[in-house]
T-cell receptor
Framework: DAGVIQSPRHEVTEMGQEVTLRCKPI?????LFWYRQTMMRGLELLIYFNNNVPIDDSGMPEDRFSAKMPNASFSTLKIQPSEPRDSAVYFC???????????FGPGTRLTVL | SQQGEEDPQALSIQEGENATMNCSYKTSINNLQWYRQNSGRGLVHLIL?????REKHSGRLRVTLDTSKKSSSLLITASRAADTASYFC??????????FGKGTRLSVIA
């Protein structure tokens, strides 16, 4: 298995632009998590899905952030409009809910100028 | 919050020495996990210890859990330069996902 796949790996954009981050979880996993990592705040859980259904989005910082999981093999995290303080590394992780262990993707490093 | 807090924030040791990292948390848990993150990469699961376990081993890793003190430690024996990374504890309690601490940055000097 290729593991969790994220794209793009790096994104540089200007303030106000829409940003879409993509994630393909490990086949067969039924839970998907989006995290944001910064030096100041560490690793923050933004939202997670179970069987493609959003369970808890309380970590989403603002209405500018939205996430979807249209099927078991694909999820997106969208920021519209983006702001410089959104600059961070965004990770997607997947797991079998019953197993607890999470498998992380390589992350997307987002820079908003 | 049941967030784990690692201690120390940073640790620098010589190759061959043992490295010990600690994690404290606030509420009851079902299990505690340790992850490693190499620079520029995603986190990788190392080991899971359940609340009814006190110690667990995996290769050069030894994890202890003291639920009465709400603390855990990760020991890496005979460290290598390749062990240089950040190490995170994560706690899981009830029907909620993992909550990660801010990590300990380990540097192993050859």
């Amino acid at each position: 298995d290729a593991g969790v796949i994220q794209s793009p790996r790096h994104e540089v954009t200007e303030m106000g632009q829409e940003v879409t981050l993509r994630c393909k979880p490990i086949s067969g996993h039924n839970s998907l998590f989006w995290y944001r990592q910064t030096m100041m705040r560490g690793l923050e859980l933004l939202i997670y899905f179970n069987n493609n259904v959003p369970i808890d989005d309380s970590g989403m910082p603002e209405d500018r952030f939205s996430a979807k999981m249209p099927n078991a093999s694909f999820s997106t995290l969208k920021i519209q409009p983006s702001e410089p303080r959104d600059s961070a590394v965004y990770f997607c992780a997947s797991s079998l809910w019953e197993s607890n262990e999470q498998f992380f993707g390589p992350g997307t490093r987002l820079t908003v100028l | 919050s049941q967030q784990g807090e690692e201690d120390p924030q940073a640790l620098s040791i010589q190759e061959g020495e043992n490295a010990t990292m600690n994690c404290s948390y606030k509420t009851s848990i079902n299990n505690l996990q340790w992850y490693r993150q190499n620079s520029g990469r995603g986190l990788v699961h190392l080991i899971l210890i359940r609340s009814n376990e006190r110690e667990k081993h995996s290769g050069r890793l030894r994890v202890t859990l003291d639920t009465s003190k709400k603390s855990s430690s990760l020991l890496i024996t005979a460290s290598r330069a390749a062990d240089t990374a950040s190490y995170f504890c994560a706690t899981e309690g009830g029907n909620t996902p993992l909550v990660f601490g801010k990590g300990t940055r380990l540097s192993v000097i050859a």
